[in-house]
């Protein structure tokens, strides 16, 4: 019992950018691309609730979350140092579908901060011996490119500043007729945007839901969204739905 | 030394120990299976269900307050029938006494819902009418006690099952409230349910929840929860069921010492799955170290 809630050490923190960071923790539980865990970093009361961060990468003993600090939660979450403890509840939600035939031509879009959990998808996907191409829109700055090209994925990139890559939305680089499959999660304007793209060029999409949630495993129902198959939990049922379920 | 007896007859239901999981924390049950020993639990509460299915409210629905959770649900559930076929027989089998929280829109659809959970194994009734998060019905009939009295009657004609009314801390007269309630045939009152509250985006210049106001919980309310709680049973005969922020051994023995029969873990459940059987564990513990042989003698003792 109680085997999904775990005291895990903190190995690696590092500052990617300004405002996002890197924290890599101690877990040897299964876990697959697209699946969520609550982090709990601090003692007491307040914050109150652990903060749903979805996993970015993962090896052997240990786990990777990629984190935007935008609140008081997230803020305490990136003043933990290597040696501390922090509380995770999971692996939780469904994760990915990277199960697919070698060659299959997968896109993964991002959108800001949603590029985290698209790491572990390439992995996977990269494994199974899949063509993967990112497309990720930033609004300055980029982030963990390095990473995707690693594993030797093609990357599209598009910023609002211009600074970086193509000016303007990463969804004017997407071509969805160039792939079998589409895998998104960012913001939900581009998140729609992108499968509704898709659906209409019959590519089977796949999208990774953000909602502020408080238990994380199906019971609060704070973080129902509608679907064609009636209500659903986004950290159970999801938090990644097909696109033809949220938006036909 | 032989252990404390924790055990607690609620409304004539035995429970191997004081604490029950609040409605709308704790899904159907088995939302926690993976998590923790359920059985572990006196009791368990469902989400609350209407007679008529819901998708609750829309927008968003949470909103994190210092030590506090504002919820916007707004009744989200499948329905009293699809909750007696599906969710139900799963949530009896798991162990803990099953506490089936009752909504509804209109007294009809109580009565209703109340009808169709008698003729099931239930074996308790928890009558909401509190809810501060649907327009229709909920908190309707919990602000006034001659609404109160109405809707308590009719359900108490529609079951034999024993029926806890859940109150809600808005009423005008909390104790008077519980009084009526009483007299109109409930077995117990549980209390408290969220506090109205409104939390307000200032970038977008409006409410947070679509409703504007929503409920307020955990540890924040506890202080109150805790006085309303050793008000309401200092003015009634039948059991309470104490409950607001809750989130460790020593709050739910300060309820019992304020009177209550019973506690509701809520909130709590969201900071960690497992955290009431840690409660209840911890009740155990302090009894045995205190050599408190029977949980009913510290009961009231405040």
Redesign the interface.
Known sequence: ?????TQAPVLVMDRVTGTVWRLRAGWDGPVRAGQFFML?GWQG??????RPVSVHDWGAGWVDFLFEVRGEGTRLLSALRPGDTL?L?GALGNGFDADLPAGTKVALVGGGIGVAPLLGAARALRAAGCAVTLFVGFRDEPYVLESFEALGCGVQLATDSGRFGHKGFVTDLLNPTEFDRVLVCGPEVMMEKVARACLAAKVPVFVSRES????G????????C?TKNG?KSTC?DGPVFPGEVLYE | MSKADIRVNLCGVELKNPVITAS????YGQ??T????VSALGGICS?GVTYVPK??NEG?????T????I?S?GL?NPGVQHFIDHELPAMLKLGPAVLANLGGASIEDYEAGAALLDATEVPLIELNISCPNVKAGGIAYGVKCESAREVVRRVRAATRKPLIVKLSPQAEDLAAMARTCQEAGADGVSLVNTFTALAIDIERRKPVFNNLYAGLS??AIKPIALRMVHQVCRAVQIPVVGLGGI?SAADAIEFIMAGATAIQVG?A??????IAAEIAAGIQTWCDDHGVKDLNKIRGCV
């Open positions: 019992m109680a085997k999904h809630v709990r009361k307040d914050p109150l609730l652990a509380e509840t502020h949630m408080a238990c495993i199906g019971a609060c129902l704070g973080c129902t509608h209500p159970k | 709308g924390t704790f899904g939302e926690y993976d998590f923790m020993d989400k998708y609750g968003r629905r949470l909103a994190e210092p030590a506090g959770l919820n649900i989200q955990g540890p989130t909130t459940n969201f900071l960690r799955p497992g």
